[in-house]
């Protein structure tokens, strides 16, 4: 892409999404950074630059223009108060966002009236109570390791990212209240519309579908093909190609990985024959 900018792009460089997000790009077929300390590395033939900063910061680099797009988690954005808008989720980092006190202190919101809650993500928590009507008396802002701030006395109650609830069980908390949010990695943009940022948006969209997709190739009498595009409709709509037995016909369609055996199961009963799965490497629907 000789005569454009560079798309610049702000990348996690640790933490839980960095991995994820890297790997990601890399399927996408950028080439990201070799030494795990560098914080910027240029990819001119793909048209880009990535920067690769705490996760936190991403939206504020996003929001001010700085940077174009990046791949943070909807949490960080929200919690940010930025002007970078999501774009499209990404499908991993997935996580929620609860409040937590000692085991049965706390039943409903309203009992967060008055008391001290600890977060690390005082934007997101301060805007969700607001937004209640519920007013504690101190957010009190910690940055990790929220989970101990009851046991240590210096919250009533917290607000953190909760994954398997392992970390609230250790520390003696249990969930209570409302869902303050579900989290997952997003894309996110500074609204600056430029033609390689669609390509990375298509791009990734093109990894996700390879992950969570398959192929599947069967064969079927064509008396239950109708039953059979029923039960795997597809993507758009299923290739049907005639074999050499005018009474059966080929069939493909994408299914979702998580169905595949279900749907093998189903069509073998509905009479498909060399039901066959295969992997996809790659797609830009
Ligand atoms: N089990 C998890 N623990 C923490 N964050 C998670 C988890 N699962 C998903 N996430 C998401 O990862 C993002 C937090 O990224 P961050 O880099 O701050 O992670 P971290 O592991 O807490 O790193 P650090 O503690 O070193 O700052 C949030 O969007 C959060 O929702
Ligand atoms: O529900 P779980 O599976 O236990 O995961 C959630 C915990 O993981 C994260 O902590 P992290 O390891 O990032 O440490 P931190 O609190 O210091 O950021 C998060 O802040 C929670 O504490
Ligand atoms: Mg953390």
């Known amino acids: 892409m000789p005569n454009q900018p560079m798309l610049r792009i702000a990348v996690p460089n640790k933490g839980s999404l960095a991995e994820t997000a890297a790997q990601m790009l890399w399927e996408a077929g ?109 957010l009190v802002k910690l940055d990790g390791a929220v989970e101990s701030a009851v046991r240590l006395g210096v919250a009533d109650a917290v607000a953190d990212v909760v994954s398997t609830g392992s970390t609230l069980r250790q520390a003696g908390l249990e969930i209570f209240g409302p869902v303050i949010l579900d989290s997952e990695a997003v894309l996110i943009g500074s609204g600056v519309d430029k033609p390689s940022a669609a390509t990375l948006l298509r791009r990734l969209q093109g990894v996700l579908v390879a992950r969570q997709y398959v192929l599947l190739d069967y064969d079927i009498p064509v008396e239950h093909l109708e039953r059979a595009t029923a039960a795997a409709p597809g993507f758009e709509s299923p290739t049907v190609s005639p074999l050499q037995d005018p009474e059966w016909v080929a069939v493909r369609v994408m299914i979702p990985r998580i169905d595949m055996n279900h749907v093998m199961d189903e069509l073998y009963s509905l009479g498909a024959r060399a039901i066959l799965v295969s992997a996809i490497h790659a797609a830009r629907l």
């Open 30 to 138: 950028y080439t990201g950074r070799r030494d795990p300390r560098d914080l910027h590395t240029a990819d001119p033939r793909n048209g880009v630059e990535f920067f690769y900063l705490r996760p936190r910061d991403i939206a504020t680099y996003v929001g001010s223009g700085a940077l174009d797009v990046g791949i943070t988690g909807r949490d960080l954005l929200l919690d940010s108060g930025s002007d970078a808008a999501e774009i499209a989720p990404l499908g991993f980092g997935d996580s929620t966002f609860r409040f937590a006190g000692p085991a049965g202190a706390f039943s409903q919101l309203a009992d967060l009236e008055g008391v001290r809650v600890a977060t690390s993500y005082p934007g997101l928590v301060g805007d969700f109570l607001a937004g209640h009507g519920v007013t504690p008396a101190k």
